[in-house]
């Protein structure tokens, strides 16, 4: 099992930052893709970012290119999502997510373990 908690959501104006954290807990994370996805009112959970523990490697959706930026901290098995010029179409829950198997980044149900959720609001 793999414990996810999200943290770091909240009310920002348009062009304003956040980071948000999430930490890990539970199995080692050598063999794991981690991931951020956000999901709007009325819309499907959409894919944000991608990273792999172990290598490092990153992938980040067209959407976000540019303004996001995932990472990580192996010392604290914790995962970051900064960023950056925040618009009001990135408002939504964002969600980590976990997985082994992971051969299709965006493809949701190849995560296994999923955080609670953490709400980012961005006002006009």
């Known amino acids: 099992q793999v414990h996810l908690v999200e943290s770091g959501g909240g009310l920002v104006q348009t062009g304003g930052s956040l980071r948000l954290s999430c930490a890990a807990s539970?199995?080692?994370?050598?063999?794991?893709?981690m991931g951020w996805f956000r999901q709007a009112p009325g819309k499907e959970r959409e894919f944000i970012a991608a990273?792999?523990?172990?290598?490092?490697?990153?992938y980040h959706a067209d959407s976000v290119k540019g303004r996001f930026t995932i990472s990580r901290d192996n010392a604290k098995n914790t995962v970051y999502l900064q960023m950056n010029s925040l618009k009001p179409e990135d408002t939504a829950v964002y969600y980590c997510?976990?997985?082994?198997?992971?051969?299709?980044?965006?493809?949701?149900?190849?995560?296994?373990?999923w955080g609670q959720g953490t709400q980012v609001t961005v006002s006009p």
């Open positions: 997510a976990a997985g082994d198997k992971v051969q299709n980044l965006a493809r949701r149900s190849l995560y296994d373990y």
């Open positions: 539970g199995r080692t994370l050598e063999r794991y893709v």
């Open positions: 990273i792999n523990w172990s290598a490092g490697w990153t």
